[in-house]
């Protein structure tokens, strides 16, 4: 999970079309309304922008495989009728992410208000799998409601991205040993360092294996000292740690 930026509200998300809404949601809760025709699409574009195009929780890229877009309302809308189709309670989810959310009304982490990396770490043991953090047991609660830590949607996928970035990076450092400095390496290092980022799945898992990388660190420091550490990687990097999870 990463920090996201509300932007505006669609549009097309008037107050008389949310009054509207809701009443038709107050007499039937079996309503769907935040899938209304008038708000659907536009509705749609604007929480994939704020998220990346990533599910708001475990980061899954919506839209591909079994990954389908769905509207979580971070508020559970049963309990909380006058949320239903308020901007600041939707977030795209994936459908397992949602349903594992549902209607629990524990206290978690809200990735549009705080900031997660401040209740969520990553272990050190095992570095694909996350520990809440903070002393109010908000992190833990978090991990615990969204499955954060699910081996087989979540962790699987989390250590097979990672994992394929740890051996090209392994590659770079022993193509430096033997051919030392050239510039499709460095090449090579940005586009790992790219894949890291905010806008790619499962990035703040990603981006604290990197910034703990000893392969990483190694090249880091060669390409330092001849003077190959261009102000782009360090302005990479510096946009990966603001994402990074403490190991702990």
């Known amino acids: 999970m990463i920090k996201l930026s509300r932007g505006e509200k669609p549009e097309e998300l008037t ?3 949310c009054e509207e809404l809701k009443k038709l949601y107050a007499e039937d809760k079996d309503r ?5 025709s008038k708000i659907k699409e536009p509705l749609k574009k604007a929480m994939l922008e704020m998220s990346h195009g ?4 475990c980061e899954c890229k919506l839209g591909i495989e079994s990954k389908d877009v769905t509207i979580d309302h971070f ?3 049963s309990e909380n009728p006058d949320e239903v189709v308020e901007w600041e309670n939707l977030f795209p989810a994936c459908l397992r992410c949602n349903r594992k959310k549902n209607k629990r009304e524990e206290r978690i982490v809200n990735p549009c208000v705080e900031e997660p990396k401040e209740y969520l770490g990553v272990t050190s043991v095992n570095r694909y799998r996350l520990k809440g953090i903070d002393t109010q047991g908000i992190g833990k609660n978090t991990i615990e409601v969204i499955g954060l830590n699910d081996i ?7 250590m097979t991205e990672w994992e ?7 590659e770079i450092e022993e193509d430096l040993k033997e051919e030392g400095y050239k510039n499709k390496y460095r090449n090579r290092l940005q586009k790992i360092m790219e894949n890291c980022l905010f806008d790619k799945s ?3 898992v990603k981006a604290t294996n990197l910034l703990n990388d000893r392969s990483y660190l190694q090249i880091k420091d060669y390409f330092i000292k001849e003077n190959q550490w261009s102000d782009n990687m360090k302005n990479i990097e510096a946009k990966i740690k603001e994402i990074a999870l403490k190991l702990v």
């Open 75 to 77: 508020l559970p809308k």
């Open 202 to 204: 499962y990035a703040a």
């Open 152 to 158: 087989e949607r979540v962790m699987v996928p989390r």
């Open 164 to 170: 394929a970035l740890k051996v090209h990076l392994e």
């Open 15 to 17: 107050n008389d079309v």
């Open 32 to 36: 769907d309304v935040w899938n209304s």
């Open 54 to 57: 990533k599910c708001s929780y």
